[in-house]
């Protein structure tokens, strides 16, 4: 449900990747009380509980072009769950998106720190990465600030 939703979305299907997140909510309300159940295949996948379903929601908002609705849906997100790394990393590619989409820099800024900090080497191969950080250069109305081109570095963008 989850991978037809991303690809619904990807091909103007809002409203039937809103029925498979919708249903795939559901599926995980249902086995919440179950452990995570982890799939058996690549970490692209990883487990699948409420948690997921909602970071797939903000970046099905994020990729209809709805993010104040991406940033609501990002607070059901809970610090102590525990996705994949991929999910993890990818949802906070996505808040931070969002957040600059929205005019939150500072917000955006610290999401993307987060991720490097949490995963340098994974943030530096992101092209989704550099292009919000380009956003985010490009909004400032000051002198570019030390962690602003620290994420640049970290990103491979050239200023």
Known sequence: ????????????????AGELLAAAAAAATRVSGARPVRTPAPATVGTFCA????MKQVESCVISGDTGRALVLAEEVRP???????NRNRHL?????????????????ET???IRRDAPAWLSHQRYAQD???????ARRRAMT????TLADAVGLQL
């Open 93 to 109: 590619l996505d808040l931070a998106y969002a957040q600059a989409d929205n005019r939150r820099f500072a917000e955006a800024t």
């Open 146 to 149: 030390v962690e602003l081109s």
């Open 80 to 86: 102590n769950d525990r996705p994949t790394s991929n």
């Open 1 to 16: 449900m989850l991978r037809a939703a991303a690809a619904a979305v990807r091909n103007n299907g809002d409203d039937t």
């Open 132 to 138: 919000i950080v380009t956003t985010l250069v490009s």
């Open 112 to 114: 993307l720190l987060r």
């Open 51 to 54: 948690t997921t379903v909602v």
